[in-house]
Each structure stands twice: as C-alpha cells, then as structure tokens.
C-alpha cells in the first residue's frame, strides 16, 4: 500500500536525461524525513542509489542526482546509459506507520 | 561488505505461517542499525513488513501488524519473520535488509538480501 506516487515508466535515448518524480504527503516527505533512492535491475534485490536525498554512495556515478522539494522528490538521470534499464524505487519514513514506506516504483528504459 | 541470506521454505499452504531467517555476516547485528523484512509481490512494488532492533523493539507496517512476528537471536546473528494465516496474496519475493539509523542517510536499507521467493498454494 505505497504512499508514495511515481510514474509509472519513464523512457530515453541513450545520452539523454530523464527524470522521475516522488510524490508523498505531510506524514512522509513534506514532514522532513530523508527521501532515498534504489536501483533495482531484473532479477535482483534494490540497491540503494541516492541518500539522505541527495547523497551517493560510493561507486554510484555523478550523472545520478536527485532533489526534494515540498512533499515530493526526484531523481535526475544524465547520459542514459543501457545499464541504466532498471526500476527505480523511492522511500521514506511515514509518521503514520512509523516506518519505511516505498514509492510504487519506476520502470526506466533506454530506448 | 556486510551479507545478509534469507532462508526458508519456498512453498506455504494457504492459513499456514511462513517463516523465514536472515543470516548476518560479516556485521554484528547488535551494532547499532536495526533489521528490517521487505516484500515484492510478483510484478508489483515493495512493501516495508517491518523493522526490529538488536534490543528487541519492534515496528510493524499496520496492515500487516495483526499477522507478523519479528524476532532477533543475537547468539546466532540472525533475525527472522513469521507470517501467519498467509493466503495467496502474500506470495511474494522476501528481503531482509539493514536500516541505517543515524545520519543522512538515516531511514534508508544500505545492504539486502538477494531474495527468496515464498509461494502460497495448496
């Protein structure tokens, strides 16, 4: 039951920059909580992308960044490469839960 | 580099409890993180099932809450999940994660498990 709305797919040509936004509420992203990012690639378990709402992990290249803004979120992909073909999921902390809640996920594909 | 393995039955009849265990290595598990149960049903997104801390506390994603169990055994450095009276709308791809719990990057799950696919049928 995601409480954080994204589009449904997303699509580019490589080298191109698509973007995928996060919409949440005044219990999630619009009470201040980090939103974080995961890359899932087919098959396989996320892994995490971006932190803390705009930080990178070690290894992750500097052409992925992500924003927030208000109650929303979104993640900037630059020079779209064919290994970025994933799902890209977003999440939070919802006060409501008191937990992790996950955005319903993205479907990116490089055309 | 942290490693977390899921464990457990593949198959559960329906009204049945699934149970499932994360093996942690290469981590203490009572440093400092807690311990978290995600699930992907087939084709869909993820939903947080719940969160438990070395000491015990526990966090329960509320409509699953009624039917959940999160348990700890530090002796073993593992944690583990039981869902019961599961039906066919639980079959689903089960991770464990670590939560991360200060800082930036506070509230996100830095390191999974690959997986395990738990089906309900009779």
């Known amino acids: 039951q995601s409480v954080l709305t994204q589009p449904p797919s997303v699509s580019g040509a490589p080298g191109q920059r698509v973007t995928i936004s996060c919409t949440g509420s005044?219990?999630?992203?619009?009470?201040?909580?980090?939103v974080h990012w995961y890359q899932q690639l087919p098959g396989t378990a996320p892994k995490l992308l971006i932190y803390?709402?705009?930080n990178r992990p070690s290894g992750v290249p500097d052409r992925v960044s992500a924003s927030r803004s208000g109650t929303s979120a979104s993640l900037a992909i630059t020079g779209l490469q064919a290994e970025d073909e994933a799902d890209y999921y977003c999440?939070?902390?919802?006060?409501?839960?008191?937990?992790?809640?996950f955005g319903t996920g993205t479907k990116v594909t490089v055309l | 580099q942290v490693q977390l393995q899921e464990s457990g039955p593949g198959l559960v009849k329906p009204s049945e409890t699934l149970s499932l265990t994360c093996a942690v290595s290469?981590?203490?598990?009572?440093?400092?993180?807690?311990w978290s149960w995600i699930r992907q049903p087939p084709g869909r997104g993820l939903e947080w099932i719940g969160n438990?801390?070395?000491?015990?506390?526990?966090y329960y994603n509320p409509s699953l809450k009624s039917r959940v169990t999160i348990s700890v055994d530090t002796s073993k450095n593992q944690f583990s999940l039981k869902l019961k009276s599961v039906t066919a709308a639980d079959t689903a791809v089960f991770y464990c994660?670590?939560?991360?719990?200060?800082?930036?990057?506070?509230?996100?799950?830095?390191?999974w498990g690959q997986g395990t696919l738990v089906t309900v049928s009779s």
């Open positions: 994660a670590r939560g991360v719990t200060w800082g930036t990057a506070r509230g996100s799950f830095d390191y």
């Open positions: 290469r981590y203490s598990i009572t440093s400092g993180y807690y």
């Open positions: 438990i801390y070395h000491t015990g506390t526990t």
């Open positions: 005044s219990s999630n992203i619009g009470a201040g909580y980090a």
């Open positions: 803390g709402d705009s």
């Open positions: 999440q939070s902390y919802d006060s409501s839960l008191s937990g992790g809640v």
